[in-house]
């Protein structure tokens, strides 16, 4: 649903990683309660290219809970140390996703048989938070820089940041710690960075990183170099 306008109220986010062979892009969307500051994570789509796919099942059940571990990152989990010591001292003070918080989630799988398997556990992690924050920009014009994107920072943020005004219809690569991650979000625009169906976007993205220039080409070349041998 990426070309089609999100429900009222709500935005999406895009963001992507190449991580051990593995190609990971992400679309979160979200609402925001403005006088409380909490940003509720309603859906996300995700789609994952980690070469010869044995066990679909398997690679659905590890995208989904590297979707809910990120998000609960992202948007809750923190730990306070006072006097050399964590303030949380069980769960009830520290908090986690529960699955009251849990969104709808869709995993698109692109099996490639010419390929060796690659991870699948850990990739699915990484880009739930940037496509969260990246779809909090689309709905208010404001970056949140830390996280968790608690409410009480959201409502810092939205006091005193100055609204950007970003281009929402595409989407140029960055690269951050070594991975890619994209930088934009949008609210219902279309992605005109490709004209092939949305469940293919991270074909797209590898042929971005082909295409591409620098440490970054070189990585995914080398990492697709290591899953044929």
Not at 81 to 98: H, N, Q, S
Not at 137 to 154: F, I, K
Not at 156 to 165: E, K, N, Q, Y
Not at 202 to 210: D, G, P, Q, S, Y
Request: net charge negative.
């Amino acid at each position: 649903g990426w070309g089609s306008a999100p429900p009222a109220g709500r935005a999406r986010g895009i963001a992507c990683c190449l991580y051990h062979g593995t190609v990971v892009a992400e679309i979160a969307e979200v609402s925001l309660d403005e006088l409380t500051g909490r940003i509720r994570l309603h859906r996300v789509v995700a789609a994952i290219d980690c070469g010869r796919v044995i066990n679909p099942d398997q690679v659905r059940s590890q995208v989904e809970g590297g979707v809910v571990m990120g998000a609960s990152g992202a948007l809750m989990e923190e730990i306070t140390v006072k006097d050399g010591r964590v303030v949380a001292g069980g769960l009830e003070e520290y908090l986690l996703f529960t699955m009251a918080d849990t969104p709808d989630i869709e995993t698109i799988i692109l099996n490639r048989p010419d390929l060796k398997p690659s991870g699948c556990g850990e990739p699915p992690i990484g880009p739930i938070a940037p496509a969260i924050g990246n779809a909090f920009c689309a709905l208010t014009g404001v970056r949140l820089r830390q996280l968790p994107m608690t409410p009480e920072r959201v409502l810092a943020a939205l006091t005193a940041s100055p609204r950007v005004d970003e281009p929402t219809s595409r989407w140029p690569l960055e690269e951050v710690d070594g991975q890619a991650q994209t930088a934009r979000g949008a609210v219902g625009e279309p992605d005109r960075t490709t004209d092939k169906e949305p469940g293919m976007r991270t074909i797209a993205l590898e042929e971005h990183f082909t295409k591409s220039e620098g440490p970054l080409r070189e990585a995914h070349m080398d990492s697709m170099k290591e899953r044929e041998h």
